[in-house]
């Protein structure tokens, strides 16, 4: 009998062998949704995974702390960790409170005050009493700020939200000709709908950020490390002085802060975070197809999963692409001068987990819509014509449409 069970065994481990792990979430919905790792990872993936979820959250301080945690903070910040603002790695809500106003939203600064400020402006400095400038309202609209001491010219700024941190590097793995072939900037086929591909200074294909400003997870976090925490990467002199900021710009320090083998967790952090578990409704899909929505938010990519490189397809409902959203969306054009009414279709996938975690929604870049319908409302420009069209459907289509995307 014992023999019988070694030789089952033996005859089932080539079967095992070949089946590759592809599962992309638990399939359950649990309180922290967006912080849950992805399936398939291995002992050390996880283990790598966990100690990344550490540094994430480890509020950092000027000086290190006796329990080992590296500072650094400063001199100009706009939060202490990364979890500040991606709370739980939910998508960020506009500030209703004064008290909830610590770092939820990002300033971008226009070009004009780069040199002096830095790219975003930062509500916390070590060396200016209050800060850059201040959140001015907190009242569940669009936040608005007050920056001192700078020219009047130079005080434009734009609002950002965090987006919900989930299914990351399912994105990374997406190869670039898949995003090249959807492109379609001349609009050859004639539906209103062009979608341009966002290149970074180095000419890769970029994925992440509200205009698919960054190519990788790597750039992120060591624009969020520079930027929004004033820290100072190991090789950041030499990518400030590549990028368009000026090398004696606030924060590049001459010390590094952050070591090689600390970004490297991070960012295997934000790789390894599963997709969202919520499986999206039958019913209304064919809607969202026929009303023009699937023209941008392009239900499916195929991908490779960041565990073993199996190949997968996610629901990430995006293009990955830039469309044109109209003037009412758009940028001052001292911010973002080529791309101010550009926006990287917002990948819809975790709108039901969102939902579920939201008291009130903040959709769309900065956050001006709290309602689905709200943010519909507000598309424009190539996404005119899916607008009307969404207007144009009976009430009960309307719910219905509304309802798919509430399943997402
Ligand atoms: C002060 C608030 C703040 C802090 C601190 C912060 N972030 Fe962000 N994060 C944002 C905002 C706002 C965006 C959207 C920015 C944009 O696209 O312009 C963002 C975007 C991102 C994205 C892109 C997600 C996507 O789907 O494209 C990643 C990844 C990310 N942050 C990771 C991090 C990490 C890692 C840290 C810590 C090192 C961090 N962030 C610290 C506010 C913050
Ligand atoms: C031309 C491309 C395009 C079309 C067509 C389009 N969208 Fe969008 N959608 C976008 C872009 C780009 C954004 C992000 C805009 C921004 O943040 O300012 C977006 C954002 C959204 C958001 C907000 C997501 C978030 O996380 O804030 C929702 C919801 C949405 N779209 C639903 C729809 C629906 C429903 C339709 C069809 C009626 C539709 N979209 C048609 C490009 C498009």
């Known amino acids: 009998m014992i023999r019988l069970v070694a030789l089952l065994v033996l005859l089932a481990q080539p079967v095992f062998a070949q089946e590759v792990c592809r599962d992309l979430n638990s399939g359950l919905q649990t309180i922290h949704p967006f912080k849950a790792a992805i399936p398939c990872l291995s002992d050390d993936q996880l283990k790598r995974f966990f100690r990344g979820n550490t540094l994430f959250g480890v509020t950092r301080r000027t000086e290190p702390t006796r329990i080992g945690f590296p500072g650094g903070i400063g001199p100009r910040y706009s939060a202490q960790s990364c979890a500040h603002c991606h709370v739980f790695n939910r998508k960020g ?48 609209a669009v936040p608005h700020y007050v920056i001192w001491e700078t020219n009047p010219s130079a005080a434009e700024y734009a609002v950002r939200m965090p ?31 062009s979608g341009r591909v966002s290149r970074t200074a180095n000419g890769q294909v970029g994925r992440f950020g509200w205009k698919a400003q960054h190519a990788s997870l790597v750039g992120v976090t060591i624009f969020a490390l520079e930027n929004d925490m004033g820290l100072t990467v190991f090789e950041s002199l030499k990518l ?5 900021l000026s090398c004696d710009a606030p924060n590049s320090g001459e010390a590094i802060e952050v070591e090689k083998a600390e970004l490297a967790l991070l960012v295997d952090y934000l790789r390894y975070l599963s997709a969202p578990s919520d499986v999206p409704s039958a019913e209304g899909f064919t809607l969202f197809k026929t009303t023009g929505c699937a023209a941008c938010h392009i239900p499916s990519l195929p991908t490779k999963h960041p565990a073993n490189g199996a190949r997968v397809s996610i629901p990430i409902y995006s293009d990955l692409l830039l469309h044109d959203m109209g003037p009412a969306l758009a940028d001052p054009a001292s911010v973002s001068p080529n791309t101010a009414s550009e926006w990287r279709t917002a990948p819809l996938w975790g709108l039901a987990a969102t939902l579920r975690l939201a008291g009130e929604l903040s959709l769309m870049h900065d956050g001006r819509a709290k309602t689905l319908s709200e943010a519909i409302l507000a598309h424009d420009g190539e996404a005119h014509n899916a607008r009307q069209n969404f207007l144009r459907l009976e009430a009960s289509a309307r719910d219905k449409l509304l309802n798919f995307l509430k399943s997402l």
């Open 93 to 140: 809500e506009v500030p209703r409170s004064p008290n909830r106003a610590i770092g939820v939203a990002v300033a971008l600064l226009s070009l004009e005050a780069t040199d002096l400020l830095g790219k975003t402006l930062s509500p916390y400095a070590t060396d200016l009493p209050y800060g850059e400038g201040r959140l001015l309202t907190a009242d569940g």
């Open 163 to 193: 987006m919900a941190l989930t299914g990351l590097g399912l994105i990374e793995n997406v190869e670039e000709e898949i995003i090249l072939e959807l492109a379609d900037p001349d609009d050859l086929d004639g539906d209103g709908v």
């Open 240 to 244: 400030i002085c590549k990028s368009n």
